[in-house]
């Protein structure tokens, strides 16, 4: 069987999937305050739409997929679909980013649905008045008591902390703090240069070392081999149960070893982050589509991945800083 392999070696094996463009927060560094043009619900790809690319996907090596928006749990039924992808027998791994605030209600099923192993749960400050400030919403108490319901049950669960500067990095080291009696992953993140953001407010940023700096000014910590292709870099602390991480998504030093594709939820093929999207899925498949054709598809689609983000968002023909996070899929 042929197996995605880009032009660079790198055996591609790990689908991010946006369910919905669409969310109940409206964080500053995702969209604008009054939100994005959510597009009509029948140009989203149905679930059996997804069904169907993912399952063409995984007989092409793809065994792992994380589920993005938008915010996946505003989307109807996205329990059920989650029900539909466990049925899927290549697929080993099934992940799910939210922001926690719709999920209470369905944290046991999720423990009962075996293949789900992790949560990421996106919360950027650990202050109530300053969470509803970068969320412009009211959903603190609902966000953290999820954390900690997910602290206590089987899956595993990372916290998303997006880093601001001037907003929340007066907390990075109250986030570390969370680690010591807690089993979670905390991982900081590189803000991002979508959402209108431009180089200017960029070289303001957060990046790296200095977030990397900031945790060593009080604690010591030595770095974990992770896998090769992780997302993050990976840190244990003296003394500490959980771990922290650190995710260069504007620097962008992972690119190498990247074996990850990303699909919106308008059916969108993206070979990185910061292109502009290299095909329409969703036509392609309402056009009538075989999975042959689909197969043939990918097997061409990823010859055309580049070799990092640099080159990815050099190519665009828009810059990219207007494009949302929800829209591409966080």
Known sequence: MS????????????????????????CQYCMPA???????????????????????????GVNKIRLTGGEPFVRKDFV??????????????????????????????????????????????????????????????????????????????KLNVVVQSGINTDEIRDFVRL????????????????????????QENWTFKKILNEIKSEFLVEEIQSEKSSTSRNYSIENHVGTVGIIPAFTRTICNDCN??????????????????????????????SNDDLKELFLSLIKEKPENGFIAEANRKDGGASESMSTIGG
Do not use: W
């Open 3 to 26: 197996k995605l392999v880009d032009s660079f070696g790198r055996q591609i094996n790990y689908l991010r999937l946006a369910v919905t463009d669409r969310c109940n927060l409206r």
């Open 34 to 60: 009054h939100g994005i043009d959510i597009v009509p619900r029948k140009e989203l790809l149905t679930y059996k739409e997804m069904y169907r690319v993912v399952r063409v996907l995984t007989e092409l």
């Open 80 to 157: 059920k679909f989650l029900e539909m992808l466990s049925f899927n027998d290549l697929l080993e791994d099934i992940n799910i980013t939210t922001n926690g605030a719709l999920i209470s209600n369905h944290i046991t099923t999720l423990e009962n649905l075996k293949k789900v192993k992790s949560i990421n749960l996106s919360i950027d400050s650990l202050k109530a008045e300053k969470f509803n400030e970068i969320t412009r919403r009211n959903a603190f108490d609902e966000v953290f008591k999820t954390m900690e319901t997910l602290e206590k049950s089987t899956l595993n669960l």
């Open 179 to 202: 680690t010591k009696d807690k089993n979670i992953a905390v991982r900081f993140i590189e803000e991002m240069p979508f959402n209108g953001k431009g180089q200017r407010e960029m």
């Open 260 to 289: 990850r594709i990303r699909i919106t939820s308008t059916g969108t093929f993206k070979n990185c982050l910061f292109d502009d999207g290299v095909f329409n899925l969703r036509d392609f498949i309402r056009d009538g589509a």
